[in-house]
Every structure is written in C-alpha cells, then in structure tokens.
C-alpha cells in the first residue's frame, strides 16, 4: 500500500471540493457586485426613477415627474429612502434594489469592490489546501523517518 499517492490523491479530492463549495458560498455576492459595479450609473438612475414614480408619483403624468426628479427637494426626499436600508446585513443579503439605491444615493456603508472579494474568495480557496498539502508532506517526510529500514 502506497501511503504518499493514496494521501495526496484524497488531498486532491479534498482540494476540489473545497474549491467548489467556497465558489458556490462566494458566488451570489460576487455577482451582486458586480452587476452593480458595471451598471451603476445607468442602472441606478432608472431604477430611481421608476421606483420613486410607483411608489409615490404614480397619479401623475410620466414627464412632469421627470421634470421634478431633478428638484433638490425630490434628492431629499431619496436620501431619506436610502438611510432606511438596514446597512448592518451583510452584502449578500441586500437586494438588487437596495444595493442600487445605496450606491446611487450614499457614500457611506461597505464599499463595492468585486475584484477585492474574488481575491478573498480566491485565497481562501487555495491558500487552505496549500496549507493542508505543506503541514501533510511535513507530516508524512518525518513518519516515514520511523519506518523500518528496507533491506
């Protein structure tokens, strides 16, 4: 029996399907990002738009709430939407809306960084196996220190 290959052949597997399971937990937030990061001054204002005509807007004619969008107050009026997202919940939880509106409208909470959370997701992804294959090889090198000399 071949304790090297069959250990390194399980680190392999392991490997995989850590790999996988940090893609599929990453995934949704990474996406979020960067949806919002490519459209975010053209997606933003539509939506803003749109959702500020149905919600509040909708008795009256398309066209002269476009001409009062672009009043102070009206921007007053979406800041004070914007501060009632709940900030403290984590990206992954917000929705495509929220998310939008918090970048169009507000400078503070996290910041929209997709390449930054691909590089976490990255190094947690293959910084652990590769820690987990340095720390076995050491521990299989100095076994194999105690085994009987082959003659």
């Known amino acids: 029996m071949n304790w090297r ?14 790999v996988l399971a940090v893609a599929a ?10 949806i919002v990061a490519a459209n975010k ?7 803003l738009a749109d959702e500020v005509y ?15 969008i672009s009043d102070p107050k009206m921007i007053a ?7 009632k997202i709940d900030t403290s919940r984590p990206l992954s939880q917000w ?11 507000s400078d503070t909470g996290p910041p929209i960084s997709p390449w930054t959370s691909v590089g976490t997701a990255a190094a947690i992804a293959f910084g652990i196996p590769l820690v987990v294959l340095v720390l ?12 009987a000399k082959r003659s």
């Open 95 to 105: 929705t495509d809306d929220e998310l939008l509106a918090h970048i169009a409208l």
């Open 5 to 18: 290959r069959g250990l390194f052949r399980l680190w392999i597997v392991g490997t995989v399907l850590f």
């Open 54 to 68: 149905q919600r509040f807007y909708s008795d009256m004619p398309r066209d002269q709430f476009d001409k009062k």
């Open 136 to 147: 076995g090889s050491s521990l299989v090198w100095a076994f194999s220190g105690f085994a």
């Open 41 to 47: 001054p053209d997606l933003a204002a539509h939506w």
């Open 25 to 34: 937990f990453n995934y949704p937030t990474i996406k979020a990002e960067f």
């Open 77 to 83: 009026r979406l800041e004070a939407i914007v501060k």
